[in-house]
Protein backbone atom coordinates (compact mmCIF):
# COMPACT_ATOMS: atom_id res chain seq x y z
CA UNK A 1 0.00 0.00 0.00
CA UNK A 2 1.02 3.49 -0.72
CA UNK A 3 0.63 6.56 1.44
CA UNK A 4 -1.38 9.39 -0.62
CA UNK A 5 -1.64 11.12 2.13
CA UNK A 6 0.69 12.63 5.16
CA UNK A 7 0.15 11.43 8.87
CA UNK A 8 -1.98 14.49 9.26
CA UNK A 9 -4.40 13.73 6.90
CA UNK A 10 -3.95 16.79 4.46
CA UNK A 11 -2.84 16.54 0.79
CA UNK A 12 0.74 16.38 0.64
CA UNK A 13 2.87 19.53 -0.15
CA UNK A 14 5.18 19.51 -2.73
CA UNK A 15 8.41 18.23 -0.84
CA UNK A 16 6.36 15.57 0.27
CA UNK A 17 5.31 14.43 -2.95
CA UNK A 18 8.73 14.78 -4.45
CA UNK A 19 10.12 12.36 -1.71
CA UNK A 20 7.25 9.97 -2.44
CA UNK A 21 8.36 9.64 -5.86
CA UNK A 22 11.76 9.57 -5.06
CA UNK A 23 11.10 6.52 -2.75
CA UNK A 24 8.98 4.67 -5.26
CA UNK A 25 11.62 5.27 -8.18
CA UNK A 26 14.45 4.13 -5.82
CA UNK A 27 12.19 0.85 -5.05
CA UNK A 28 11.27 0.19 -8.31
CA UNK A 29 14.32 0.78 -10.22
CA UNK A 30 15.74 -1.34 -7.88
CA UNK A 31 12.85 -4.12 -8.54
CA UNK A 32 12.87 -4.12 -12.24
CA UNK A 33 15.80 -2.59 -13.31
CA UNK A 34 15.79 0.50 -15.09
CA UNK A 35 14.60 -0.29 -18.43
CA UNK A 36 11.64 -2.34 -16.89
CA UNK A 37 10.89 0.82 -15.03
CA UNK A 38 8.27 4.02 -16.44
CA UNK A 39 7.89 7.06 -15.43
CA UNK A 40 4.40 5.86 -15.59
CA UNK A 41 4.40 3.29 -13.46
CA UNK A 42 6.27 5.47 -10.71
CA UNK A 43 3.59 8.19 -10.88
CA UNK A 44 0.93 5.41 -10.68
CA UNK A 45 2.64 3.64 -7.83
CA UNK A 46 3.29 6.80 -5.81
CA UNK A 47 -0.57 7.76 -6.22
CA UNK A 48 0.45 10.79 -7.50
CA UNK A 49 -0.36 11.96 -11.73
CA UNK A 50 2.57 10.42 -13.79
CA UNK A 51 2.64 14.17 -15.47
CA UNK A 52 3.93 15.38 -11.92
CA UNK A 53 6.65 13.23 -11.81
CA UNK A 54 7.80 14.93 -15.10
CA UNK A 55 6.94 17.82 -13.84
CA UNK A 56 9.83 16.99 -10.79
CA UNK A 57 12.52 14.94 -12.73
CA UNK A 58 12.15 15.43 -16.33
CA UNK A 59 12.83 12.03 -18.25
CA UNK A 60 13.70 8.88 -16.84
CA UNK A 61 17.35 9.42 -17.38
CA UNK A 62 17.03 12.41 -14.56
CA UNK A 63 15.23 10.44 -12.18
CA UNK A 64 17.26 7.32 -12.32
CA UNK A 65 20.30 9.79 -11.17
CA UNK A 66 18.58 11.37 -8.62
CA UNK A 67 17.63 8.25 -7.17
CA UNK A 68 20.17 6.00 -7.51
CA UNK A 69 22.37 4.85 -4.89
CA UNK A 70 25.48 2.35 -5.06
CA UNK A 71 24.83 -0.71 -3.23
CA UNK A 72 27.72 -0.06 -0.79
CA UNK A 73 28.84 2.78 1.22
CA UNK A 74 31.91 3.79 -0.77
CA UNK A 75 33.68 5.91 2.11
CA UNK A 76 33.54 2.62 4.34
CA UNK A 77 34.12 -0.15 1.97
CA UNK A 78 37.09 1.94 0.49
CA UNK A 79 38.84 2.27 3.59
CA UNK A 80 38.48 -1.30 4.34
CA UNK A 81 39.32 -2.83 0.92
CA UNK A 82 42.39 -0.18 0.42
CA UNK A 83 43.88 0.00 3.93
CA UNK A 84 45.85 -2.76 5.74
CA UNK A 85 48.10 -5.25 3.54
CA UNK A 86 49.08 -3.44 -0.18
CA UNK A 87 50.12 -6.51 -2.00
CA UNK A 88 46.63 -8.16 -1.56
CA UNK A 89 44.57 -4.75 -1.82
CA UNK A 90 43.47 -5.64 -5.76
CA UNK A 91 42.28 -9.29 -4.54
CA UNK A 92 40.32 -7.86 -2.15
CA UNK A 93 38.48 -5.05 -4.21
CA UNK A 94 38.39 -7.59 -7.27
CA UNK A 95 36.72 -9.78 -4.34
CA UNK A 96 34.40 -7.21 -3.88
CA UNK A 97 33.58 -6.11 -7.29
CA UNK A 98 32.57 -9.11 -8.31
CA UNK A 99 30.52 -10.11 -4.98
CA UNK A 100 28.63 -7.35 -5.43
CA UNK A 101 28.50 -7.76 -9.44
CA UNK A 102 27.51 -11.36 -9.00
CA UNK A 103 24.38 -10.35 -7.22
CA UNK A 104 21.49 -10.14 -9.47
CA UNK A 105 20.19 -7.15 -7.39
CA UNK A 106 22.73 -5.45 -6.45
CA UNK A 107 24.27 -5.08 -9.58
CA UNK A 108 21.55 -3.55 -10.55
CA UNK A 109 21.99 0.26 -10.21
CA UNK A 110 25.72 -0.30 -11.49
CA UNK A 111 24.16 -1.57 -14.61
CA UNK A 112 21.64 1.30 -14.98
CA UNK A 113 24.58 3.74 -14.76
CA UNK A 114 26.51 2.53 -17.59
CA UNK A 115 23.02 2.25 -19.84
CA UNK A 116 22.71 5.63 -18.59
CA UNK A 117 25.69 6.76 -19.42
CA UNK A 118 25.74 5.45 -22.75
CA UNK A 119 22.55 7.13 -23.78
CA UNK A 120 23.37 10.74 -24.28
CA UNK A 121 25.92 13.12 -23.89
CA UNK A 122 23.93 15.31 -20.99
CA UNK A 123 23.52 11.60 -19.10
CA UNK A 124 27.36 11.09 -19.46
CA UNK A 125 28.00 14.48 -17.47
CA UNK A 126 25.56 13.30 -14.60
CA UNK A 127 27.00 9.85 -14.56
CA UNK A 128 30.35 11.27 -14.88
CA UNK A 129 29.95 13.39 -11.56
CA UNK A 130 27.95 10.41 -9.69
CA UNK A 131 30.76 8.20 -10.08
CA UNK A 132 33.74 10.76 -9.42
CA UNK A 133 31.83 11.83 -6.06
CA UNK A 134 31.33 8.22 -5.15
CA UNK A 135 33.99 6.29 -6.36
CA UNK A 136 37.18 7.90 -8.09
CA UNK A 137 37.36 9.89 -5.20
CA UNK A 138 36.98 8.01 -2.49
CA UNK A 139 39.52 5.58 -3.69
CA UNK A 140 42.14 8.36 -4.45
CA UNK A 141 41.54 9.62 -0.78
CA UNK A 142 42.97 6.23 0.27
CA UNK A 143 45.66 6.40 -2.33
CA UNK A 144 46.98 9.72 -1.30
CA UNK A 145 49.75 10.87 -3.80
CA UNK A 146 49.80 12.63 -7.08
CA UNK A 147 49.10 9.91 -9.20
CA UNK A 148 45.82 8.78 -7.08
CA UNK A 149 43.20 10.10 -9.11
CA UNK A 150 44.33 8.98 -12.04
CA UNK A 151 44.67 5.70 -10.71
CA UNK A 152 41.75 6.01 -9.55
CA UNK A 153 40.07 6.29 -13.30
CA UNK A 154 42.07 3.58 -14.44
CA UNK A 155 40.87 0.86 -11.59
CA UNK A 156 37.52 2.57 -12.83
CA UNK A 157 37.98 2.02 -16.48
CA UNK A 158 38.61 -2.02 -15.93
CA UNK A 159 35.49 -2.30 -13.59
CA UNK A 160 32.86 -0.60 -15.65
CA UNK A 161 35.04 -2.64 -19.08
CA UNK A 162 34.33 -6.08 -16.74
CA UNK A 163 30.51 -4.87 -16.01
CA UNK A 164 30.00 -4.07 -19.59
CA UNK A 165 31.64 -7.34 -21.08
CA UNK A 166 30.43 -10.07 -18.51
CA UNK A 167 27.37 -8.77 -17.51
CA UNK A 168 25.44 -6.56 -20.23
CA UNK A 169 27.55 -8.04 -23.27
CA UNK A 170 27.82 -11.60 -21.47
CA UNK A 171 30.81 -12.50 -23.79
CA UNK A 172 31.61 -15.86 -23.96
CA UNK A 173 34.04 -17.13 -22.21
CA UNK A 174 34.68 -14.35 -19.32
CA UNK A 175 30.38 -14.18 -18.84
CA UNK A 176 30.58 -18.02 -17.65
CA UNK A 177 34.69 -18.37 -16.66
CA UNK A 178 34.82 -19.70 -12.88
CA UNK A 179 34.52 -16.71 -10.07
CA UNK A 180 37.70 -17.56 -8.19
CA UNK A 181 40.04 -17.71 -10.83
CA UNK A 182 38.73 -14.24 -12.57
CA UNK A 183 38.82 -12.57 -9.26
CA UNK A 184 42.60 -13.50 -9.12
CA UNK A 185 43.19 -12.26 -12.39
CA UNK A 186 40.96 -9.11 -12.24
CA UNK A 187 42.91 -8.50 -8.63
CA UNK A 188 46.14 -8.40 -10.80
CA UNK A 189 45.19 -5.64 -12.56
CA UNK A 190 43.45 -3.59 -10.18
CA UNK A 191 46.51 -4.51 -8.03
CA UNK A 192 48.66 -2.69 -10.92
CA UNK A 193 46.29 0.20 -11.20
CA UNK A 194 46.52 1.33 -7.20
CA UNK A 195 50.01 0.37 -5.91
CA UNK A 196 52.13 -0.69 -9.17
CA UNK A 197 54.84 0.75 -11.20
CA UNK A 198 53.13 3.00 -14.15
CA UNK A 199 54.70 5.63 -16.39
CA UNK A 200 55.49 8.41 -14.29
CA UNK B 1 23.74 13.22 -54.99
CA UNK B 2 21.55 9.85 -54.25
CA UNK B 3 21.28 7.16 -57.37
CA UNK B 4 17.65 6.30 -57.41
CA UNK B 5 17.61 3.99 -60.22
CA UNK B 6 19.89 1.62 -61.58
CA UNK B 7 21.73 1.95 -64.63
CA UNK B 8 19.29 0.53 -66.77
CA UNK B 9 16.52 2.90 -65.98
CA UNK B 10 13.93 0.69 -64.25
CA UNK B 11 12.92 1.10 -60.75
CA UNK B 12 15.60 -0.72 -57.94
CA UNK B 13 14.25 -3.93 -57.46
CA UNK B 14 14.22 -4.77 -53.27
CA UNK B 15 17.91 -6.17 -53.35
CA UNK B 16 19.24 -2.90 -54.83
CA UNK B 17 16.90 -0.69 -52.49
CA UNK B 18 18.50 -2.58 -49.64
CA UNK B 19 21.86 -2.22 -50.79
CA UNK B 20 21.18 1.64 -51.87
CA UNK B 21 19.85 2.31 -47.77
CA UNK B 22 22.66 0.27 -46.89
CA UNK B 23 25.77 1.96 -48.21
CA UNK B 24 23.61 5.38 -47.33
CA UNK B 25 23.43 4.48 -43.52
CA UNK B 26 26.91 3.24 -43.56
CA UNK B 27 27.89 7.03 -45.03
CA UNK B 28 25.46 8.86 -42.36
CA UNK B 29 26.71 6.95 -39.04
CA UNK B 30 29.94 7.36 -39.91
CA UNK B 31 29.33 11.22 -40.53
CA UNK B 32 27.09 11.99 -38.05
CA UNK B 33 27.62 9.42 -35.11
CA UNK B 34 24.80 6.79 -33.89
CA UNK B 35 22.77 9.23 -31.89
CA UNK B 36 22.14 12.05 -34.76
CA UNK B 37 21.59 9.66 -37.28
CA UNK B 38 17.92 9.20 -37.74
CA UNK B 39 15.54 6.22 -40.10
CA UNK B 40 14.13 9.27 -41.62
CA UNK B 41 17.13 10.66 -42.85
CA UNK B 42 18.48 7.27 -44.11
CA UNK B 43 14.89 6.82 -46.18
CA UNK B 44 15.36 10.33 -47.30
CA UNK B 45 18.88 10.34 -48.86
CA UNK B 46 19.21 6.93 -49.73
CA UNK B 47 15.34 8.61 -51.81
CA UNK B 48 13.21 5.71 -50.75
CA UNK B 49 10.28 6.22 -48.63
CA UNK B 50 11.84 6.21 -44.87
CA UNK B 51 8.99 3.37 -44.20
CA UNK B 52 10.98 0.90 -46.54
CA UNK B 53 14.00 1.71 -43.97
CA UNK B 54 11.86 0.41 -41.39
CA UNK B 55 10.46 -2.74 -43.67
CA UNK B 56 14.00 -4.11 -44.35
CA UNK B 57 15.99 -3.55 -40.94
CA UNK B 58 13.22 -2.59 -38.10
CA UNK B 59 14.46 -0.26 -35.85
CA UNK B 60 17.60 1.73 -35.84
CA UNK B 61 19.63 -0.56 -33.89
CA UNK B 62 19.21 -2.99 -36.30
CA UNK B 63 20.09 -1.16 -39.40
CA UNK B 64 23.56 0.09 -37.85
CA UNK B 65 24.67 -3.46 -36.37
CA UNK B 66 23.98 -4.28 -40.21
CA UNK B 67 26.33 -1.77 -41.33
CA UNK B 68 28.73 -0.88 -38.89
CA UNK B 69 32.35 -2.09 -40.02
CA UNK B 70 35.24 -1.76 -37.58
CA UNK B 71 37.43 1.19 -38.62
CA UNK B 72 40.41 -1.41 -39.24
CA UNK B 73 40.44 -4.86 -40.76
CA UNK B 74 40.50 -7.18 -38.06
CA UNK B 75 42.37 -10.31 -39.25
CA UNK B 76 45.42 -8.32 -40.93
CA UNK B 77 45.95 -5.77 -38.14
CA UNK B 78 45.64 -8.58 -34.84
CA UNK B 79 48.01 -10.45 -36.91
CA UNK B 80 50.76 -7.32 -37.56
CA UNK B 81 50.34 -6.66 -33.57
CA UNK B 82 50.00 -9.61 -32.32
CA UNK B 83 53.05 -11.69 -34.21
CA UNK B 84 56.76 -10.73 -33.91
CA UNK B 85 58.03 -9.71 -30.49
CA UNK B 86 56.13 -10.58 -27.50
CA UNK B 87 57.36 -8.60 -25.00
CA UNK B 88 55.93 -5.46 -26.52
CA UNK B 89 52.68 -7.11 -27.82
CA UNK B 90 50.63 -5.46 -24.99
CA UNK B 91 52.34 -1.88 -25.83
CA UNK B 92 51.82 -2.17 -29.84
CA UNK B 93 47.73 -3.15 -29.53
CA UNK B 94 47.24 -0.26 -27.11
CA UNK B 95 49.29 2.16 -29.32
CA UNK B 96 46.33 1.27 -31.91
CA UNK B 97 43.24 1.23 -29.56
CA UNK B 98 44.73 5.12 -28.60
CA UNK B 99 45.32 5.91 -32.74
CA UNK B 100 42.05 4.75 -32.83
CA UNK B 101 39.86 5.63 -30.37
CA UNK B 102 41.43 9.51 -30.12
CA UNK B 103 40.58 9.83 -33.57
CA UNK B 104 37.64 11.72 -33.98
CA UNK B 105 35.73 9.63 -37.15
CA UNK B 106 37.23 6.22 -36.54
CA UNK B 107 36.15 5.68 -33.35
CA UNK B 108 32.12 6.62 -33.93
CA UNK B 109 31.61 3.08 -35.12
CA UNK B 110 32.89 1.83 -31.77
CA UNK B 111 31.08 3.91 -29.68
CA UNK B 112 27.91 3.78 -31.69
CA UNK B 113 29.14 -0.34 -30.75
CA UNK B 114 29.03 0.43 -27.18
CA UNK B 115 25.75 2.39 -27.13
CA UNK B 116 23.81 0.02 -29.08
CA UNK B 117 24.73 -2.95 -26.52
CA UNK B 118 23.72 -0.94 -23.91
CA UNK B 119 20.36 -0.12 -24.91
CA UNK B 120 18.59 -3.45 -25.03
CA UNK B 121 19.66 -6.94 -24.30
CA UNK B 122 18.38 -7.66 -27.91
CA UNK B 123 20.86 -5.49 -29.05
CA UNK B 124 23.40 -6.75 -26.89
CA UNK B 125 23.53 -10.34 -28.19
CA UNK B 126 23.70 -8.65 -31.40
CA UNK B 127 26.61 -6.60 -30.33
CA UNK B 128 28.07 -9.70 -29.05
CA UNK B 129 28.11 -12.32 -31.92
CA UNK B 130 29.74 -8.97 -33.92
CA UNK B 131 32.36 -8.71 -31.16
CA UNK B 132 32.87 -12.36 -31.25
CA UNK B 133 33.10 -12.70 -34.90
CA UNK B 134 35.61 -9.44 -35.64
CA UNK B 135 37.53 -9.37 -32.26
CA UNK B 136 37.80 -11.93 -29.80
CA UNK B 137 37.83 -14.84 -32.31
CA UNK B 138 40.96 -13.00 -34.53
CA UNK B 139 42.38 -12.29 -31.22
CA UNK B 140 42.25 -15.73 -29.68
CA UNK B 141 43.02 -17.64 -33.20
CA UNK B 142 46.52 -15.29 -32.79
CA UNK B 143 47.33 -16.44 -29.34
CA UNK B 144 46.20 -20.24 -29.71
CA UNK B 145 46.52 -21.91 -26.75
CA UNK B 146 43.33 -23.08 -24.64
CA UNK B 147 42.55 -20.01 -22.81
CA UNK B 148 43.27 -18.23 -25.88
CA UNK B 149 39.58 -16.95 -25.73
CA UNK B 150 39.33 -16.15 -22.26
CA UNK B 151 42.66 -14.22 -22.94
CA UNK B 152 40.72 -12.60 -25.58
CA UNK B 153 37.55 -11.80 -23.68
CA UNK B 154 39.89 -9.97 -20.69
CA UNK B 155 41.49 -7.79 -23.58
CA UNK B 156 38.37 -6.58 -24.93
CA UNK B 157 37.00 -5.76 -21.16
CA UNK B 158 39.94 -3.54 -20.47
CA UNK B 159 39.36 -2.09 -24.10
CA UNK B 160 35.61 -1.68 -23.73
CA UNK B 161 35.86 0.14 -19.73
CA UNK B 162 38.92 2.05 -21.17
CA UNK B 163 36.70 3.82 -24.34
CA UNK B 164 33.49 4.02 -22.41
CA UNK B 165 35.96 5.85 -19.40
CA UNK B 166 37.37 8.22 -21.46
CA UNK B 167 35.25 8.72 -24.51
CA UNK B 168 31.96 8.28 -23.26
CA UNK B 169 32.00 9.36 -19.57
CA UNK B 170 35.09 11.18 -20.21
CA UNK B 171 36.30 10.78 -16.26
CA UNK B 172 38.96 12.75 -15.25
CA UNK B 173 42.08 12.75 -14.89
CA UNK B 174 41.82 9.15 -17.59
CA UNK B 175 40.04 11.72 -20.22
CA UNK B 176 43.01 13.72 -20.96
CA UNK B 177 46.02 11.98 -19.42
CA UNK B 178 49.09 11.86 -21.56
CA UNK B 179 48.52 9.62 -24.56
CA UNK B 180 52.10 8.07 -24.57
CA UNK B 181 52.35 7.55 -20.84
CA UNK B 182 48.37 5.97 -21.31
CA UNK B 183 49.69 3.70 -23.66
CA UNK B 184 52.56 2.41 -21.83
CA UNK B 185 49.78 2.15 -18.61
CA UNK B 186 47.74 0.26 -20.78
CA UNK B 187 49.46 -1.57 -22.68
CA UNK B 188 50.75 -3.12 -19.38
CA UNK B 189 47.32 -4.50 -19.02
CA UNK B 190 46.90 -5.94 -21.87
CA UNK B 191 50.67 -7.61 -22.35
CA UNK B 192 49.32 -9.60 -18.78
CA UNK B 193 46.14 -10.84 -20.94
CA UNK B 194 47.85 -11.58 -23.81
CA UNK B 195 50.69 -13.31 -22.73
CA UNK B 196 51.42 -13.03 -19.16
CA UNK B 197 50.39 -15.33 -15.98
CA UNK B 198 46.87 -15.92 -15.30
CA UNK B 199 45.38 -18.14 -12.96
CA UNK B 200 44.83 -21.45 -14.19
Same mark, same amino acid.
Do not use: C, W
Given at each position: ????????????????????????????????????????????????????????????????????????????????????????????? %? *? +? @?? #????????? $??? /?? &???? =??????????????????????????????????? %? *? +? @?? #????????? $??? /?? &???? =??????????????????????????
Amino acid at each position: MTQRRTHTGRRPGPNTTKALIEDTARKLFAELGYERTSLRQVGLQAGVDPMLVTHYFGGKRDLFLAVVELPFDPGAVFEAVLTGDHDSAGTRL %A *T +L @VL #SILDDDVRR $RPL /LG &LVRA =ATAEPEAAALVRDFLTRNIVTPIAAQLGGEDADYR %A *T +L @VM #SQIMGFTLT $RYV /LR &LHPL =ADHDRQALTADLGGTLQRYLFGELTP
